[in-house]
């Protein structure tokens, strides 16, 4: 392509042949909007960092998915929230296909809330709309991720990672409710979906 250029004839170029000057200009300014989107893209991610403490999972924890169920943290009677000695919830949840165990779940507003979850088999996602809980469940891994609720509120938590033909229906619950009411729940009443 390179040897057209010095064999274009003089005068107005044919229908459809640019300059080689022309392409190189075009070249650049294509160059130029690409970086910008990156300087943008990566500013982004910056700033909501920074100030909406949205960051992936930083923490390595392995587990074995095959038995995951069967002993360790995340076996079913240790699921759901537990309250620690310094006052924080720690909720645990097992992601597969395709349920959240358990379904629903209930936090403390106004405290330290840590979600740890793991999945049985494929991956799947965690997302809570309009926070900073946002992360993918991988088996063979255990996803740590830090917030806290300064109001009571529900969430309805999509699983946001296909995972198979039932991922569309793969829903989970999570309640945000006033911490004096939580602290007067059962152990029942903090993994149930039914109104308290
Ligand atoms: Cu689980 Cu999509």
Known sequence: MADSSSSLPPGPLPDG????????????????????????????IVVTGVTGALHPASNVEIVDPQTVHLKGEFVESNLGTAIET???????????????????????????????????????GFLLPHTNVNTMVVPGFVAEVRTSFAEPHEYAMPCHEFCGLGHHAMWAHVSVVPKERFANMSSAERTSCAKQ
């Open 17 to 44: 042949i640019v300059s080689p000057q022309v392409v190189a200009r075009t070249e650049k300014r294509w160059i130029m909007a690409m970086a910008a989107m990156l300087v943008v893209m990566v500013a982004i």
């Open 86 to 124: 310094d006052g924080s919830a720690t909720v645990r949840i097992v992601a597969e296909t395709y349920a959240f165990v358990p379904h629903c779940v209930t936090v403390p507003a106004g405290a330290p809330v840590k979600f740890r979850l793991t999945s049985a088999d494929v991956v799947h």
